[in-house]
């Protein structure tokens, strides 16, 4: 699973949130999409979509080290 989860606002667009995490490679990611969502999971997840206006935005990050300057 995911570790050092986030939940932010967006202090411009109070009703605005960003969830993050990471996860250890790019398969267990995917994992979480597709087969480690639960029953009860679904249900949240469809109950939300019922609460917005609009589609979440889903952006995918790698991380990369940068040297510093």
Do not use: C
Request: glycine residues 2%; without cysteine.
């Amino acid at each position: 699973g995911g570790y050092n989860w986030q939940l932010q606002r967006d202090v411009e667009h109070p009703r605005r949130f960003i969830e993050s995490y990471e996860a250890r490679s790019w398969d267990e990611h995917m994992l979480a999409h597709e087969a480690r969502l639960t029953e009860s999971d679904r249900a949240y997840e469809d109950r939300l979509r019922e609460l917005t206006h609009t589609a979440p935005l889903v952006q995918h990050f790698i991380r990369t080290d940068v040297p510093k300057l």
